[in-house]
């Protein structure tokens, strides 16, 4: 079993949908987690981190459920500039804090 | 404040061929990773500094890759010989906070023929 485990897509919706991507990760220990967007032949870039109590920044929510060991992300009111590769990304401490990436899941948002 | 620095951007070489990447992280940032990332999939950690000790170095090929972050700053990354599977896009990044998020640099896209 991978370590963080996404939908690799890819995604296609129209402009101005909700879309939501879900990732899970098999480490109960890990700490903190984030959602990465990496756009084509471009480095990743963090776009959000993610908390116990869930957190909104604009369109994008996060929402982290410890028990079932998943995190997600919810883009309300898509834009065309919203198509991009997302990473869900998991930070766990075994001495030393260790980043781990899922796959990706690609958004294609269409006019 | 200045962002992870890294060069080439860009590198073409033959098979059996050697080549260096180069990384400056943030600074003051006292974690270095390298990270290869095919086409497709995620970035994959391939080795982890901790100011110039290695911390995880698990999933480093190292019958021809090696690094180094001698005063734990810089970072090279080596491939000696290069391999065709060797293809990819090299990504480096520093961490310097309680979180651990990363930032990345740009990267190296290297096309090995």
């Known amino acids: 079993r991978k370590e963080v485990e996404q939908d690799p897509g890819p995604f296609n919706v129209p402009e101005g949908a909700t879309v939501a991507f879900n990732c899970t990760y098999s480490?109960?220990?890990?700490?903190?987690f984030f959602w990465y967007r990496q756009d084509c032949r471009k480095e990743p870039k963090l776009l959000m981190s993610?908390?116990?109590s869930g957190n909104e920044d604009g369109r994008f929510t996060a929402q982290l459920n410890r028990a079932s060991q998943y995190i997600s992300l919810l883009i309300r009111d898509s834009k065309l500039s919203d198509s991009a590769t997302y990473l869900c990304?998991?930070?766990?401490?075994?001495?030393?804090?260790?980043?781990?990436f899922g796959q990706g899941t690609r958004l294609t948002i269409n006019p | 404040e200045a962002g992870v620095a890294q060069s080439p951007r860009y590198k073409i070489i033959e098979k059996r061929q050697s080549v260096a990447f180069w990384c400056n992280p943030i600074?003051?940032?006292?974690?270095l990773y390298w990270y290869q990332q095919i086409l497709g999939q995620g970035p994959k950690l391939l080795i982890q500094?901790?100011?110039?000790?290695?911390?995880?170095d698990s999933q480093l090929p190292k019958d021809r890759f090696s690094a180094e972050r001698l005063k734990g700053v810089d970072s090279t990354l080596k491939i000696q010989p290069a391999k065709l599977e060797d293809s990819a896009v090299y990504l480096c990044?520093?961490?310097?906070?309680?979180?651990?998020?990363?930032?990345f640099g740009q990267g190296t896209r290297l096309t090995v023929v």
């Open positions: 600074s003051g940032h006292a974690t």
């Open positions: 990304v998991v930070c766990q401490v075994q001495g030393a804090q260790k980043l781990v």
């Open positions: 993610v908390y116990s």
């Open positions: 480490n109960s220990a890990s700490q903190s």
């Open positions: 990044a520093s961490s310097g906070t309680v979180r651990g998020e990363a930032f």
């Open positions: 500094f901790q100011n110039n000790g290695v911390v995880d």
